[in-house]
């Protein structure tokens, strides 16, 4: 799919090239994993809890600075190279070399990266931030995240768009959170919050009862919690990251999903991601592409897709709203003139 794209749930760590991470632990002298040898186990293998075993080695590659940056960038680079145009990333907030770089240093490095990557550039990508908590690491530590966050949003930080409460979800519990989270969309940020990664119904219908912005995953659910969404305000959005919840919930296909198809088949609020680019070797276009695979949908029904998410963007300034509306507007249309053209040909 080559018309522009949003993408709207991504890790700047799960998104590292397999080439960087492999590099950066060569220079450490960290021995290489055997999944990260090799290509084809790289695509093959990726339980949810082989995930959580890969990102603290991705933090021991990504401990400086300097790795950081290139990572920003590599990862700009990838999603620009894809034709996304507008980009949500996230990140947990981290101490770097050696502990003398602090997390609100990482934030700002990683900013700043941001800024310098799409002036160096002068590219139409346009890249946002969510500030994300990881759930494994305890309440203390989501404070210092979340008031990262509300400082530079209030400072007016045309890059900081929300905050995310992500992490291994067999971790802590959503409870624990709420309350912080609470804080932060008083002060007026937009909050998205994994749910349903692992089956935790009473965790999901908290969840729900909160009303985030937008909702990660959202797998392991029944009925009960549709009702409860539809009783308590109506549809909140979901990203959808089709590779990594075929990989995390072990499944044979996409076919076997829990809620793609209802999802897209109901015209329900939803985005197309890739979660971590790096870990699970994707991109986009291919979550888009094995989407319509697998629901047997055309160019025209994918479009309406990627339309649907231009609606779901945590940036608030109607400006650059209104500019990613456009450009992704601009893209559908020359794929309708190519539909139109086929048929006229073929008629
Ligand atoms: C597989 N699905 C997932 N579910 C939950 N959290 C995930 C995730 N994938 C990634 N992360 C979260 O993002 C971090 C890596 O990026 P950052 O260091 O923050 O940039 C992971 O450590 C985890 O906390």
């Not at 401990?63 to 920003?72: K, N």
């Not at 609606?311 to 539909?339: P, W």
């Amino acid at each position: 799919m080559d018309i522009p794209k949003v993408e709207l749930h991504s890790h700047l760590n799960g998104s590292i090239r397999n080439s960087t991470l492999k590099d950066l632990l060569t220079n450490l002298s960290v021995p290489i994993p055997r999944t990260l040898q090799n290509p084809e186990l790289e695509e093959s293998t990726r339980t949810l809890s082989e995930c959580f075993e890969i990102f603290p080695l991705i933090h021991l590659a990504v401990s400086t600075s300097s790795a950081l940056r290139r990572v920003v960038r590599e990862t700009l680079s990838d999603f620009e190279s894809d034709n996304v145009i507008y980009l949500e990333l996230r990140t947990t907030p981290r101490t770097l070399d050696s502990g003398s770089v602090g997390k609100r240093e990482y934030v700002d490095l990683v900013l700043s990266e941001m800024k310098k990557w799409v002036e160096d550039k002068g590219t139409r990508l346009i890249p946002r931030l969510i500030i994300s908590i990881d759930r494994s690491r305890g309440v203390e530590e989501a404070r210092e995240n979340m008031d990262i966050a509300k400082e530079l949003f209030k400072m007016g930080h045309d890059y900081v768009v929300g905050v995310d409460l992500g992490g291994n979800p067999t971790k802590g519990t959503f409870k624990e959170f709420k309350g912080l989270l609470e804080e932060v969309r008083t002060a007026g940020m937009k909050v998205t919050v994994h749910a349903g990664e692992v089956d935790n119904l009473e965790e999901v219908n908290d969840i729900v009862a909160f009303r985030p912005d937008r909702l990660g995953h959202f797998l392991c659910v029944d009925d009960g919690v549709w009702e409860k969404m539809e009783r308590e305000g109506g549809d909140i959005p979901i990203e959808v990251c089709p590779t990594s919840n075929v990989m995390t919930l072990g499944l044979e296909g996409l076919g076997q999903h829990p809620i793609l198809e209802r999802l897209v088949k109901e015209g329900y609020p939803v985005s197309i991601n890739t979660d971590d680019a790096g870990v699970f070797n994707t991109k986009q276009s291919l979550e888009l592409y094995r989407v319509a695979e697998t629901l047997g949908l055309n160019e025209y029904t994918v479009s309406g897709l990627v339309w649907g998410a231009v609606d779901l963007v945590f940036e608030g300034n109607r400006r650059t709203r209104a500019r990613v509306a456009r450009d992704v507007m601009k893209g559908i249309k020359g794929i309708l003139d190519k539909l139109e053209r086929q048929e006229q040909g073929g008629t």
